[in-house]
């Protein structure tokens, strides 16, 4: 071994003036993460000790990357008055009533970008067009399927939307790659830059939905998107005759959050407002003195919790699929000694024995909740998006266990907006659900990025379709740079993670790495987050890479 664990070398240059601010415990444990990181190994560790590995890494990363973004404006309230979920997002966290409201701030999980390069370099539609777009769809196997990519763009409309400005952007793609962009240049709106009246970050961005996991995209974020869902009749939301969503008179689906909606998507929305008022019904018998109101709030209750268990170990276990993170998300809601235990004792002797579910008072670690820069960033995963659904005949199966036999594949673009919901009325619930269900989505992988989405009819908050399409490959790549997000080796860097230090340190990949020296040339720090996340070589079973993993480690928990 080239290194011994006391001399200076031991800790990688880059992360030594971490280290040097960190309390005698903190350096302790940073050195024994560090030095299983070292050999890549906590994936590899017996189950116990890879989750030691983890609630170390968890702990560091509570104490060095949550950053307060905003004033500390916000009162204290009567929680017992607000034992539901506000249409807004207020009153929700017991000492603070505007945490996690609409509109409140994005937080981030490390300082902003402290490199110099510019909003153009290199240029996003370079970097979308030799790197990102799809050359040939690359699946996710057995391991993900369509029901599954639908699911996570069901929770990022709860969770998370960047407010824009009125000022739009114009970028043009250069002449070297202008031939194969679908657009030669694009506009789009600035995301609004707001001034947080404090001095340690003195520029935020705000976030339209409601950070909390409150179902917010089928109950809406504010007032006026609550009216729209509810029938005001025994707690109940509105669903059409066919059990899909109900439309307005323009065809645009009628439900907590609709920009941006795809076939997929809106059916989540319409199966899980069954469930609410499948609740309110069981409610109702069990609580015939409930009113609409009572009935609303408590089925609200009950449905978010059905949506973040379903993410944390159904979707989540997937996506990671290793014994070790199927271990500890159970321990993340059931506690160490599991569902039964937990079960008899109720929520006592803290998350570990009991689980982070059903705690007395918050565990923020002395930060405030909200949903970061950082994360919504690693959760770009366009690139599960296939270029076709593909329709199965569900009468075909004489089975359970035999595939149903093909039917029609309609492309993406098909599906989406008020064509989509069209088609889906025709298509009807159960057979693209079920057709979901047997397609694989694509691979977070470069050239996966979908070529539709490179001309793609965007969306206004309203669900209208905008007039400037845009590339959406570029346009992320811009995204984070203009929110100032940490280019992906200053990432891990910040994520107390080994630095990469040739393109060979990311990626076994020849053609890969060919294609990223063409671009960036041998500079590894101007290398852009999506691209590296994307490059990046990946654990065993997981469908996501291991820097991206670290943020979902920080934030599902809290
Ligand atoms: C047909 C399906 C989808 C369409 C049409 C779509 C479209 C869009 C559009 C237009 C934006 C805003 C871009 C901007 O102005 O910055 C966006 C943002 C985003 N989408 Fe999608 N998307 C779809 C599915 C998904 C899926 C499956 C994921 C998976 C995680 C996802 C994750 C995100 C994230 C994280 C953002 C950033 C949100 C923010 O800036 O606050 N989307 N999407």
């Known amino acids: ?7 200076s070398s031991f800790v990688h240059p880059h992360l030594r003036h971490i280290v040097a601010n960190m309390s005698l415990l903190d350096t302790i444990i940073f050195y024994i993460i560090h030095l299983v990181d070292k050999f890549g ?7 116990l000790l890879g989750l030691a590995y983890l609630g170390m890494r968890r702990h560091l990363h509570q104490r060095y990357n949550l950053l307060h973004v905003g004033g500390s404006k916000g009162e204290r309230y009567d929680p017992v008055e607000f034992s539901y979920r506000t249409a807004d997002g207020k009153c929700n966290h017991p000492l603070n009533d505007l945490v996690g409201s609409q509109g409140s701030f994005f937080g981030r999980n490390m300082p902003p970008a402290t490199s110099c390069y510019g909003l153009l370099e290199p240029h996003p539609s370079i970097i979308a067009t030799k790197l990102l777009e799809r050359r040939k769809f690359i699946d996710c196997g057995k391991q993900f399927n369509m029901i599954a990519c639908s699911w996570i763009q069901f929770m990022i409309h709860d969770w998370i939307d960047h407010m824009e400005d009125t000022q739009q952007v114009e970028i043009r793609a250069p002449d070297e790659v202008a031939e194969g962009c679908p657009l030669k240049s694009f506009k789009f709106y600035k995301n609004k830059k707001v001034h947080t009246g404090s001095a340690k970050q003195e520029i935020g961005f705000l976030n339209s939905r409601t950070p909390w996991w409150d179902g917010s995209v089928i109950y809406g974020n504010n007032n006026d998107g609550m009216i729209k869902v509810r029938t005001f009749k025994e707690g ?6 066919d059990g899909l969503l109900e439309h307005d008179e323009k065809g645009i689906p ?3 959050d609709i920009r941006n909606c795809w076939a997929g998507f809106t059916l989540l929305q319409a199966l899980f407002v069954k469930e609410h008022n499948i609740v309110c019904d ?18 609200r209750l009950v449905t978010s919790a059905v949506i973040a268990k379903i993410h944390t170990i159904d979707w989540t276990v997937e996506l990671l699929k290793t014994d070790t993170l199927l271990a500890g998300m159970r321990i993340n809601w059931y506690g160490f000694f599991g569902k039964k235990i937990k079960d008899l004792i109720g929520h006592k002797f803290g998350p570990v ?3 982070l579910v059903g705690l007395q008072r918050p565990r923020d670690h002395g930060i405030l909740y909200s949903l970061t820069e950082e994360f919504v960033s690693v959760y770009r995963m366009h690139s599960l998006l296939p270029d076709k659904v593909i329709l199965v005949d569900i009468r075909s199966a004489t089975s359970e266990n035999k595939c149903p036999l093909l039917q029609e594949e309609v492309p993406m673009w098909e599906m989406i907006g008020k064509q989509g919901e069209r088609r889906l009325a025709k298509i009807g619930m159960e057979q693209m659900l079920v057709s979901m269900g047997h397609q694989s989505c694509g691979a977070v992988t470069l050239w996966n990025y979908p070529s539709w989405m490179r001309n793609l009819v965007a969306h206004d908050v309203d669900g209208e379709d905008r007039p400037d399409l845009v590339d959406m490959a570029a346009l992320e790549l811009y995204r984070d740079r203009e929110r100032n997000v940490a280019r992906y080796n200053e990432f891990r860097r910040n994520l107390l993670m080994i630095p990469i230090s040739t393109w060979e ?13 063409e671009i960036y040339g041998d500079d590894v720090e101007e290398l852009d987050l999506q691209v590296g996340l994307h490059a990046e070589k990946k654990i065993k079973g997981f469908a996501i890479g291991e820097t991206a993993f670290f943020i979902f480690l920080l934030i599902a928990s809290r």
């Open 1 to 7: 071994m080239a290194f011994s664990l006391f001399s």
């Open 41 to 47: 190994a906590w994936h590899r560790l017996p189950v």
């Open 236 to 241: 109940k939301l509105k669903i059409s005759g």
């Open 254 to 256: 009628i439900s907590g």
């Open 282 to 299: 069981m409610l109702k018998e069990h609580y015939p003195d409930f009113d609409d109101e009572k009935l609303y709030r408590h089925a």
């Open 353 to 355: 024995c009991s689980g």
């Open 505 to 517: 340190d990311l990626t076994d990949d020849v053609e890969v790495i060919e294609a990223l020296r």
